[in-house]
């Protein structure tokens, strides 16, 4: 919930700072919403997140005994969750089949020339029907990395790409 459009190392400090305080849905529900601000912060949109933190920990409370529900069916239901989120849940939290789809698996698989869509939700749907399952799991962290680190959303590292005989460059105009 804390990592849309935030840094991952400030996602992963942040979250630090809240589960050390709260760790349950219980505990979370008894931080006043100021609290939950102030240990998020800096994460993007940290005051609408703050407020679906809290939610969302009521309902797992109410619906599921304070557990995390297992589908993704389940989990977009919650306050400030959406397909990204859930998959991510399902797939790292379960060991589930899900393809988790930000920015950079999205991007990529349409540079790639992969998949041809316009959003991350037809992205995934995308993907779920052409990637063979053994990898869903698998390539969100392979394509995060990667474009974090050579095919950036603006003027990717074409020089040292190691697939670049094979990628189509679509949508990619000046590159390194």
């Known amino acids: 919930m804390l990592s849309l459009r935030t840094k991952d190392a400030t996602t992963a400090a942040a979250s630090k700072r809240l589960f050390r305080v709260a760790d349950t849905p219980r505990k979370i529900v008894a931080l006043s919403h100021s609290r939950i601000e102030k240990l ?19 309902v797992l409370l109410e619906k599921y005994r304070g557990k995390v529900p297992d589908t993704i069916e ?60 053994k990898y869903w799991q698998d390539i969100n962290v392979l394509l995060v990395t990667w474009g974090q680190n050579v095919c950036a959303p603006i003027s990717p590292r074409c020089s040292v790409c190691a697939i670049r005989p094979w990628c189509k460059r679509v949508g990619v105009g000046k590159s390194r």
């Open 40 to 58: 998020i912060y800096p994460v993007g949109f940290y005051h609408t997140k703050a407020r679906s933190m809290k939610k969302t920990a009521q």
């Open 74 to 133: 389940k989990l977009v239901e919650l306050p400030g969750v959406g397909r990204k989120t859930a998959n991510l849940v399902v797939s790292l939290g379960f060991g589930k089949d899900g393809i988790c789809v930000d920015t950079h698996v999205h991007r990529i698989s349409n540079r790639l020339g992969y998949v041809r869509t316009k959003t991350p939700h037809e992205t995934e749907f995308a993907l779920r029907k052409k990637l063979p399952r």
